[in-house]
């Protein structure tokens, strides 16, 4: 009896020694030879991907928040900007270019071996009020386009190494945008975004040049007419080097369907570029909606999903991964889709979500 107590006792005493233990216990790994080993640190986005890891982000963001700047500066290889390379932002009058947010972004990149890929030069909702208030004819609207491009390709050579040179030309489905004014001025507007193409490539021989748009991998119509404008492309010598699928989806995107659409677009055999990934969670758009564990699980695993798919590409298609935001405390989805959303890989205070660990758990 008394030498159980005393084993019992023992026991207490030895589990309470090792909970009351303020030091961590750390396991080092050993070799052959019991020597201890270094364990293998965790590499950032940037470290691990052998393609480009990008970001969308805003100059203002850089500017007023270390923890902002210090994280694209960790995990990220390349960056956009979200708007202020936009041509409503940059081209301020008939006359006038304001450049001074585009080179602030340029200036960063610089400074932090950070490539930058230009958005966008030709998008519909972004032709600047006094433009549109011109009525230009085809010819007019043409040159002047054209000399927008020269200048704004011209002025960063060298420094954006790639352009989204056209943005969301076609609708879901695939017919042409009704929004805007080219489908109406020109006859050939598909010739006219070609035309596009040839400027910037005049402007710049050497950046890579994209057509950019959302839905591609999910939506068949919209792809047959992006790969049909491509094989004319192609036919004609227009300067196009890759395609671009925002991918804003979300944790209920059917994923053979993307896997399908994918493999479908990179038969193209251009450069493909994921440029605006973001993944929703809450599909409902509901104000109760909670954040939980297992929502953190299905994002993380989506997250995963569309990285190991990207690495199944030839490594030549390879381009950049690009993330539309940093952290969920700034997303363009609280605004455009519901307040309640949680879309990208770090949380609110700079911690790496579960989906940030899928992202880089589908990289090789
Ligand atoms: C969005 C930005 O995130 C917003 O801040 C801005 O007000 C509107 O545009 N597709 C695109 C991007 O190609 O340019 C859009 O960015 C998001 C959808």
């Not at 995990?75 to 585009?102: D, F, L, R, V």
């Not at 999910?218 to 196009?240: E, L, Q, S």
């Not at 939980?292 to 699980?297: A, K, M």
Request: hydrophobic share 35%.
């Amino acid at each position: 009896m008394i030498k159980k107590q005393y084993i019992l006792g023992l026991l207490i005493a030895l589990l309470f020694a090792s909970c009351s233990n303020d030091e961590k216990t750390v396991f080092i790994n050993v070799d052959d030879n019991g020597s201890p080993v270094n364990p293998t640190p965790t590499l950032t986005l940037k470290e691990k991907a052998k393609f480009k890891i990008g970001a969308a982000v805003k100059m203002k963001d850089l500017q007023n928040e270390a923890n902002f700047k210090n994280a694209v500066v960790k995990h990220y290889s390349q960056i956009t900007a979200e708007y202020e390379m936009k041509m409503a932002s940059i081209w301020t009058s008939s006359t006038a270019y304001n450049y001074t947010a585009g080179d602030y972004l340029v200036n960063c990149a610089k400074d932090n071996s950070l490539e930058v890929h230009g958005h966008t030069l030709v998008w519909y909702d972004s032709f600047p009020e006094w433009f549109k208030n011109a009525k230009y004819d085809s010819i007019a609207f043409e040159a002047k386009v054209k000399i927008y491009i020269t200048d704004v390709v011209g002025h960063y050579k060298g420094k954006v190494k790639s352009w989204d040179v056209v943005n969301e030309v076609f609708a879901d489905g695939g017919a042409l945008r009704n929004e805007t004014v080219i489908n109406s001025l020109f006859k050939d507007p598909i010739g006219f975004y070609g035309r596009c193409f040839r400027y910037a490539k005049a402007a710049d021989p050497d950046a890579k040049l994209f057509y950019n748009d959302y839905s591609v991998v999910i939506d068949g119509g919209k792809r047959a007419a992006i790969k049909k404008m491509v094989a004319r492309f192609k036919a004609n010598g227009v300067p196009i080097d890759g395609l671009g699928d925002q991918f804003h989806y979300a944790t209920d995107t059917n994923r053979q369907t993307m896997k399908t659409g994918f493999t479908d677009l990179a038969s193209t055999g251009l450069l493909i570029h994921i440029s605006e990934l973001d993944i929703k969670v809450n599909t409902g758009k509901s104000d109760s909606y909670v954040f939980n564990d297992v929502e953190q699980q299905k994002q993380s695993e989506t997250y995963k999903y569309i990285t190991t798919m990207y690495e199944e590409l030839p490594q030549n298609q390879k381009f950049a991964i690009s993330t539309w935001g940093v952290t969920d405390k700034y997303t363009w989805l609280t605004s455009f889709w519901h307040p309640k959303e949680y879309p990208l890989l770090l949380d609110a205070d700079y911690n790496k979500k579960q989906a940030y660990q899928g992202f880089l758990d589908g990289l090789k």
